[in-house]
């Protein structure tokens, strides 16, 4: 596990003994926390080595709220205005899994893409926040794919089928909670092959700008995910491949590619 969080201190989420916990990473050991850091839990004094953690995704959002055209260099890829606001669509919590599960791309699409992004978990509810108060919503940091059907994407119009199927949002492995998200590398790699290489400072909006934004949409709750956009670079899945995305000072999020049965 620790070749796979670079996070210093992190919030995990793991089986143990048949139950699912939460675990705060750190100095390379995972204490247990009684009860939820998303509703007031602290760490107690049972640890669990890291080889021994079956990890899940880090968090159980309600939902992810995703952002469109985020990064000034996919903008220029995709041949579009930078947006003047957020613009924002939501994949359903269904479509949410956690490192080593298996992307499954479906019958009905003939390409399914990657999209590497800098995931942000919220920490308690917050509506109508402002920026300055925005980050007193933020627990932290983690990898998260918004997986495309990308010829869905486009024969629709918009974006709930193309985005949405069962396995199309990885997430984790941990939530870092002390990256400091305005200028973190963000990669992709198939095959070990790296695809997508870009950084958060070339973000339109920043997360506390997001979350901002959202909440004045929507009521964000504890453990609600934001995907901020992904760089450019986007492309291609195939079954058999396999899938890394890379967060300076969060983690590495490895995801198998498979065919629906």
């Known amino acids: 596990m620790m070749d796979i969080i670079f996070a210093e201190r992190a919030v995990v989420r793991l089986v143990v003994d048949g139950r699912v916990r939460y675990g705060l990473w750190t100095d390379g050991r995972i204490r247990l ?23 899940l995704a880090p968090c159980r959002p309600s939902k992810v709220v995703a952002i469109g055209l985020n990064y000034r260099s996919h903008a220029r890829e995709m041949k579009m205005p930078l947006p003047e606001e957020p613009m924002i669509f939501l994949k359903p919590s269904t479509s949410v899994i956690g490192p080593g599960r298996p992307i499954v791309r479906p019958a009905m699409s003939r390409r399914v893409d990657y999209e590497a992004e800098l995931g942000v978990v919220v920490s308690r509810t917050c509506g109508r926040v402002s920026p300055d108060e925005a980050s007193e919503c933020i627990l932290g940091y983690t990898c998260l794919n918004d997986v495309t059907a990308r010829d869905l994407q486009a024969k629709d119009g918009q ?36 695809r997508q290489d870009g950084r958060t400072s070339d973000l339109v909006f920043s997360p506390a700008q997001l979350v901002s934004f959202i909440s004045r949409v929507m009521t964000l709750h504890p ?39």
Do not use: H, M, Q, W
Not at 33 to 55: F, H, I, K, Q, W
């Open 33 to 55: 926390y009684e009860g939820s850091p998303l509703a007031g839990g602290r760490p107690g004094r049972r640890t669990v080595r890291p080889d021994r953690a079956r990890l």
């Open 223 to 261: 453990g609600d995910v934001i995907a901020t956009g992904t760089p450019s670079g986007i492309g291609p899945l195939s079954a058999g491949d396999e899938v890394v995305i890379e967060v300076e000072g969060v983690g590495r999020l490895v995801n198998p590619v498979t065919d629906a049965s």
């Open 159 to 194: 974006y709930t089928r193309a985005k949405g199927f069962d396995t199309f949002c990885p997430i984790g492995p941990a939530i870092a909670l002390d990256a400091d998200p305005r200028d973190l590398r963000v990669r992709s790699l198939v095959n070990g092959r790296v």
